[in-house]
């Protein structure tokens, strides 16, 4: 008698005889469709543990594991040869836009300072004459004071507690006279920040010599002299 397996195969894959575990209420079985073409639907049939379980046979899937070396739909292709693995390239990534350029730094305001520039090392200075004590500044100065001295910046004098920072400042040189003196100019209100001139001279105002007489007056005094002794004779 010739047996047909064809009906018997379809209840089989219908009907479903799930194994049972000792001490199980439910059961968990990897559920195949098409053992011939390795197709692994990878259903976890979870039911519980009544002995049979009556499933409808899904409809086939598409090919996902496109390196497994098998056809999983069945459709007699294998990995990236069959359509449900080959997908359009990734458009490249658009270029990211260039860094805005940082702006510069700020620059740092200057530290404040004070150059003397006039008087000069050498200069002389006469008592009396009026003299234009000259200086250059940075930073933030408003006022400052000027000083003298007059042994190389030992001790000082002062001739201006607080002046405008104009650059220049008139002085009417004052006695005694020295051959060390320096002057010194700062900051009104920050007393670290201050400059010194080189040494230079103060000096005595220079005196003119008594004119010499002129000849003619030489002459006319000597015949003065002349007259008066003949009448003086004839007396």
């Given amino acids: ?107 740092s305001p200057p530290q404040p300072s004070i150059t003397v520039t006039s008087p000069t090392s050498g200069t002389t200075w006469q008592i009396g004459s009026t003299q234009t004590i000259g200086w250059t500044s940075t930073g933030s100065i408003s006022n400052v004071k000027i000083e003298l001295s007059r042994d190389n910046g030992n001790t000082w004098e002062t001739i201006t507690d607080s002046t405008l920072n104009d650059g220049s400042e008139q002085w009417t040189v004052t006695s005694p006279s020295t051959a060390q003196a320096k002057v010194k100019i700062s900051d009104a209100s920050n007393s670290n920040v201050y400059g010194e001139s080189g040494r230079f001279t103060i000096s005595q105002p220079s005196t003119s010599p008594p004119p010499s007489p002129s000849p003619h007056h030489l002459n006319r005094t000597y015949l003065n002299l002349n007259f008066q002794a003949i009448l003086q004779a004839l007396m």
């Fill in 1 to 107: 008698m010739k047996v047909h397996y064809g009906p018997l195969l379809i209840l089989m894959l219908f009907v479903l005889i799930p194994t049972s575990y000792a001490g199980q209420n439910d059961v968990w079985r990897e559920c195949s469709s098409n053992n011939n073409c390795q197709l692994t639907l990878n259903l976890q049939c979870h039911r519980t543990n009544s002995g049979t379980w009556a499933w409808d046979s899904p409809s086939l899937p598409q090919e996902t594991a496109c390196s497994d070396g098998y056809d999983n739909d069945c459709d007699g292709l294998i990995d990236n040869s069959d359509n449900d693995c080959s997908t359009s390239p990734s458009p490249p990534p658009s270029p990211s836009p260039p860094p805005s350029p940082s702006p510069p730094p700020s620059p």
